[in-house]
């Protein structure tokens, strides 16, 4: 089974910018199309965006033009850089395949956007 890691969350402004990580464990991250997910208190966890497994991306409306997603195939892991951080975008993000079955989720990364 795969193992994913997130990292790189944190406390930042508004209109800050942050990127977190997912590092994903085995030799099958680069078979697989990626996504980005969150979920903020009191709230269902909603996907982000994704990217293919060639690079190709689609983001969320409410994040479009301030987020980008990457991936390393190389290294087994994916990016989601944040930029113009609102505090709407409060949440643990975490990341998994687009794919069912979902691999075992990971622990996330909180991210906190308050001045």
């Known amino acids: 089974q795969v193992q994913l890691v997130e990292s790189g969350g944190g406390l930042v402004q508004p209109g800050g910018s942050l990127r977190v990580s997912c590092a994903a464990s085995?030799?099958?991250?680069?078979?697989?199309?990626m996504g980005w997910y969150r979920q903020a208190p009191g709230k269902q966890r909603e996907l982000v965006g994704s990217?293919?497994?060639?690079?190709?991306?689609n983001l969320a409306d409410s994040v479009k033009g301030r987020f980008t997603i990457s991936r390393d195939n190389a290294k087994n892991t994916m990016y989601l850089q944040m930029n113009s951080l609102k505090p709407e975008d409060t949440a643990v993000y975490y990341c998994?395949?687009?794919?069912?079955?979902?691999?075992?989720w990971g622990q996330g990364t909180q991210v906190t956007v308050s001045s």
């Open positions: 998994n395949r687009i794919n069912s079955p979902s691999w075992n």
């Open positions: 085995g030799n099958v991250f680069r078979f697989n199309a």
């Open positions: 990217i293919s497994k060639d690079g190709r991306t």
